[in-house]
């Protein structure tokens, strides 16, 4: 029996798995990373690639620890992580992102995550340039991507520390670290550091916003001179180096793929997969043209919604179309929404009523979430409501309280809530976490309706992560965006189980010589092993209820016409500054 490790690095943790040839997992462990924060500036969020690869490092022995699996019978691993921005010297060693004056010196504290938004000044001048790389990311450069924070170093270093950095994709970065060659992944520099497709690095762009060291030693720094790039889970170097290979517990060479940004993997976990349907497997087997109507929709502390396409889509405010992340041949457009595990945590913990909720909880022996769902569930027999959607029809809340990633891709948005009475209690706090999730689908329905709009044709939705294990959520995004929502077989899994199956490509083609192999050919590998290594999921199907249709209308009717208002708002407020 063969096996194989995917190793998935979220926002707050670190995960691997061991898994078989089936995508049966065989073990898995899990193991939290450090995240800093400045107390007197709320963008800020920054983290450690030694921290996180002691994680990695952790979870891999205790994978093999556990299974007693022999080193020997890992065939191959891949890496999927958060698109964060990892600097390093080119010794390797980490250079600190933090401001002040420890800033390009050596030291822990060397990777800008995703969720950091110091880089907005720097956004604003990439997104006036009027560049050709705009037209890939939506028209408009979020500052959560990679060059906007690679500019914020630049503007804040000093000049010689800055030329002596590396700037990684946090995947990228783990390759690099496990291999010790450099080459990067289509996946994080065509999503995230402004490659364009079919025509690479543009010089004119980086040289108008003031990154012409990039230019000038051939894009060194970006790691990716001349243009090459590795399409998902091809094999990156000579595989694990012996330094990586003792820290792991394997054996040196291992092949490892090149990697893909967590939402990718999450994509790769899920959309290859049937489904169960009254206890029943479907029978046809899907085939990659069936991935054009499959959105991955990966939901954590963030949520990013992945569809691909034969053919590039151009959608305003949503990611893409990016040439290559995953297959060759095949385009891909990203939706995301920055805060909605994140925002349910916020609006359940800042409630006055949060503490009561803890102690119930405890009491009871369960958790905050079904206490709420019990709670939500009273209330509407209660009240004769025919659904929680009527349960709080009167309350409208719009979720952009860090910013819309998409479909406005305007960082300056900001939450609102209407229907705000002088209730502090816990039933108070169970509408407006039941509001928060109906936000939340809101705003998938917003970005799944502009995708179709331009030209895709999405028809069912394929969940992973933590989110995918609220039920009750899950219909509510069934209902909202009227079609199917697929469940994994193991929500959290998925992630790290798409990073295993690059893990076994890696292996299946380098033992076949990936050179020899042609775009198509390596196409039907990696989706044959999608096909038999994803377990079935379930399906959540929408509601069918006429009142209920009618109240979601008129709700996301509500929620489009809020994001005008903001716009009006800040408009006149604007005019009277001026």
């Known amino acids: 029996m063969s096996y194989y490790i995917g190793v998935d690095v979220g926002t707050g943790s670190a995960r691997a798995v061991l898994v078989d040839d089936h995508g049966k997992t065989i073990a898995s462990h899990t193991k939290e990373t450090t995240t800093w924060r400045d107390h007197d500036d709320h963008r800020i969020f920054e983290q450690s690639t030694n921290n996180i690869w002691d994680s990695i490092s952790s979870c891999i022995q205790k994978c093999l620890a556990e299974s007693k699996v022999q080193p020997s019978s890992v065939k191959g691993l891949s890496f999927d992580a958060t698109c964060s921005l990892a600097v390093s010297d080119f010794n390797g060693d980490p250079v600190?992102?933090?401001?002040?004056?420890?800033?390009?010196?050596?030291?822990?504290?060397?990777?800008?995550?995703?969720?950091?938004?110091?880089?907005?000044?720097?956004?604003e001048l990439i997104n006036s340039t009027g560049s050709v790389v705009l037209d890939y990311?939506?028209?408009?450069?979020?500052?959560?991507?990679?060059?906007?924070?690679?500019?914020?170093?630049?503007?804040?270093?000093?000049?010689?520390?800055?030329?002596?950095c590396q700037f990684f994709d946090l995947p990228d970065f783990l390759t690099y670290r496990a291999t010790k060659d450099s080459t990067r992944s289509c996946c994080s520099v065509t999503c995230k550091c402004s490659f364009v497709p079919k025509s690479g690095w543009q010089a004119d762009f980086f040289e108008k916003i003031g990154l012409e060291e990039l230019v000038q030693t051939n894009y060194m720094q970006l790691g990716a001179a001349n243009g090459e790039v590795l399409?998902?889970?091809?094999?990156?170097?000579?595989?694990?180096?012996?330094?990586?290979?003792?820290?792991?517990?394997?054996?040196?060479?291992?092949p490892v793929g090149s990697a893909v940004i967590d939402a990718y993997a999450g994509w790769l976990g899920t959309v290859a997969g049937r489904y169960k349907e009254d206890g029943k497997l479907s029978d046809a087997i899907p085939s990659i043209d069936e991935s054009r109507h499959r959105l991955a929709a990966c939901a954590g502390t963030s949520t990013c919604?992945?569809?691909?396409?034969?053919?590039?889509?151009?959608?305003?405010?949503v990611w893409g179309p990016?040439?290559?992340?995953?297959?060759?041949?095949?385009?891909?457009?990203?939706?995301?929404?920055?805060?909605?595990?994140?925002?349910?945590?916020?609006?359940?913990?800042?409630?006055?009523?949060?503490?009561?909720l803890q102690k119930m909880a405890e009491e009871q022996k369960s958790n905050i979430f079904a206490i709420l769902q019990n709670l939500l569930q009273k209330m509407k027999k209660d009240s004769n409501a025919e659904s929680l959607t009527e349960l709080t029809r009167d309350m409208h809340f719009y979720p952009d309280l860090h910013g819309n990633r998409s479909p406005i891709a305007d960082p300056r948005m900001r939450g609102s809530f209407v229907g705000l009475t002088l209730?502090?209690?816990?039933?108070?706090?169970?509408?407006?976490?039941?509001?928060?999730?109906?936000?939340?689908?809101?705003?998938?329905?917003?970005?799944?309706?502009?995708?179709?709009?331009?030209?895709?044709?999405?028809?069912?939705?394929?969940?992973?992560?933590?989110?995918?294990?609220?039920?009750?959520?899950?219909?509510?995004?069934?209902?909202?965006?009227g079609m199917?929502?697929?469940?994994?077989?193991?929500?959290?899994?998925?992630?790290?189980?798409?990073?295993?199956?690059?893990?076994?490509?890696?292996?299946?083609?380098?033992?076949?010589?990936?050179q020899t192999m042609s775009e198509e050919q390596q196409g039907e590998l990696l989706w044959d092993i999608m096909v038999k290594m994803t377990p079935p999921g379930t399906i959540v199907k929408p509601a069918t209820s006429g009142k209920e249709k009618k109240l979601i209308e008129?709700?996301?009717?509500?929620?489009?016409?809020?994001?005008?208002?903001?716009?009006?708002?800040?408009?006149?407020?604007?005019?009277?500054?001026?």
């Open 231 to 254: 399409t998902a889970g091809k094999p990156v170097g000579n595989g694990l180096s012996k330094q990586a290979a003792e820290e792991f517990g394997l054996v040196e060479g291992t």
């Open 554 to 578: 008129a709700k996301y009717k509500i929620f489009r016409e809020a994001i005008d208002i903001q716009y009006r708002w800040r408009k006149q407020i604007e005019e009277a500054m001026n």
């Open 322 to 356: 990016y040439k290559d992340p995953v297959f060759q041949g095949w385009w891909m457009n990203e939706g995301g929404q920055s805060s909605t595990g994140q925002l349910i945590d916020f609006m359940i913990k800042t409630h006055p009523a949060y503490p009561r």
């Open 137 to 164: 990311v939506g028209g408009t450069m979020s500052l959560e991507m990679e060059i906007p924070k690679t500019l914020w170093l630049k503007n804040h270093m000093e000049p010689s520390l800055f030329t002596r």
């Open 96 to 123: 600190v992102v933090t401001k002040g004056k420890n800033l390009g010196q050596k030291g822990d504290r060397n990777v800008i995550l995703w969720a950091d938004h110091r880089a907005e000044k720097e956004a």
């Open 484 to 514: 199917p929502v697929v469940l994994p077989f193991d929500e959290g899994g998925a992630v790290p189980l798409g990073a295993a199956m690059l893990g076994r490509f890696a292996a299946e083609a380098a033992q076949k010589g990936v």
């Open 423 to 481: 209730d502090d209690g816990l039933n108070d706090l169970a509408r407006k976490y039941n509001v928060t999730l109906e936000a939340i689908a809101l705003q998938t329905r917003h970005i799944v309706d502009e995708m179709n709009a331009k030209g895709h044709s999405i028809t069912s939705i394929y969940m992973s992560g933590s989110q995918a294990k609220n039920i009750p959520m899950m219909q509510l995004f069934a209902d909202t965006c």
């Open 305 to 317: 919604h992945i569809v691909q396409s034969r053919e590039g889509v151009f959608v305003n405010g």
